[in-house]
């Protein structure tokens, strides 16, 4: 299992240049107002009882300034960096749980 296969599509983010929309985003665009209506977020990622995990970002129409992409992890937000670090570290604490003896 690749950990960090989810997280290396996010650089594809800056590639997509043809459309506004990065590749992982499902938000149906066009029917917020404003400023909510420029946020692109991934389809959720269940990781625990209620807890769910997405990645967001915004582009700011006019300017193209861009915000993110961050996961968000229950409350939490992340920089793609620290949510690899923390993917990382869980993976660690489940191996260690799996060597023997
Ligand atoms: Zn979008």
Same mark, same amino acid.
């Given at each position: 299992?690749?950990?960090?296969?989810?997280?290396?599509?996010?650089?594809?983010?800056?590639?997509?240049?043809?459309?506004?929309?990065?590749?992982?985003?499902?938000?149906?665009?066009?029917?917020?107002?404003?400023?909510?209506?420029?946020?692109?977020?991934?389809?959720?990622?269940?990781?625990?009882? &209620?807890?769910?995990?997405?990645?967001?970002?915004?582009?700011?129409?006019?300017? &193209?300034?861009?915000?993110?992409?961050?996961?968000?992890? &229950?409350?939490?937000?992340? #920089?793609?960096?620290?949510?690899?670090?923390?993917?990382?570290?869980?993976? #660690?604490?489940?191996?260690?749980?799996?060597?023997?003896?």
């Amino acid at each position: 299992m690749s950990s960090s296969a989810a997280f290396e599509n996010c650089e594809d983010v800056y590639a997509a240049t043809s459309s506004p929309c990065p590749r992982w985003c499902i938000t149906p665009h066009g029917t917020h107002l404003g400023e909510e209506d420029w946020i692109h977020a991934s389809e959720p990622l269940r990781i625990a009882d &209620g807890v769910l995990a997405s990645l967001c970002m915004s582009v700011v129409p006019d300017t &193209g300034a861009v915000d993110g992409p961050y996961v968000f992890i &229950g409350g939490s937000e992340y #920089t793609v960096a620290g949510a690899t670090s923390l993917a990382s570290a869980l993976i #660690t604490l489940a191996n260690s749980g799996d060597q023997d003896g």
